[in-house]
């Protein structure tokens, strides 16, 4: 719409309040009287107000927090613990992966300076890899 537009619009809608609604009588109204209504009905609720700011402390304030806090707390928590539990299994599976290398590799050591004649040696040599035996002995990895 246009400025132009939107001036005409105006003018039509003030002029239709006017003729439903009389003008108000503002030279007529007792302002100091009106003035002092309003503030004698809204004593008591200011006065609620006083009371509660002066005697409010820090756990007014939290308590007022509390019911809608709650349970974004608690879902907080499920999350962080599902996700706990999911690390630590995680970190159980690399120590058993890490506790089953080193025990391989100390069974290869441990092997490679055994006698032949041992069966646990036997069993080792038979299912072991030849290239990873091989690289043991020459690298010592």
Not at 2 to 21: F, I, K, Q
Not at 36 to 48: K, S
Request: glycine share 4%.
């Amino acid at each position: 719409m246009s400025g132009h537009n939107e001036d005409r619009l105006e003018a039509w809608l003030r002029e239709r309040l006017r003729a439903g609604a009389p003008e108000p009588p503002v030279d007529e109204v007792d302002w100091p009287a009106l003035r002092a209504r309003i503030a004698r009905r809204a004593e008591p609720a200011l006065a609620r107000l006083r009371r509660t700011a002066r005697t409010a402390t820090w756990w007014d304030y939290a308590a007022r927090w509390a019911r809608p806090a709650l349970p974004a707390a608690v879902a907080a928590a499920a999350i962080l613990a599902l996700l706990l539990g999911r690390l630590e299994r995680a970190g159980t599976r690399a120590t058993e992966s890490a506790t089953v290398a080193s025990a391989e590799r100390i069974t290869v050591e441990t092997a490679i300076g055994a006698s032949p004649r041992d069966e646990e040696t036997n069993a080792l040599f038979a299912s072991a890899d030849g290239d990873v035996l091989l690289r043991e002995a020459v690298t010592g990895r």
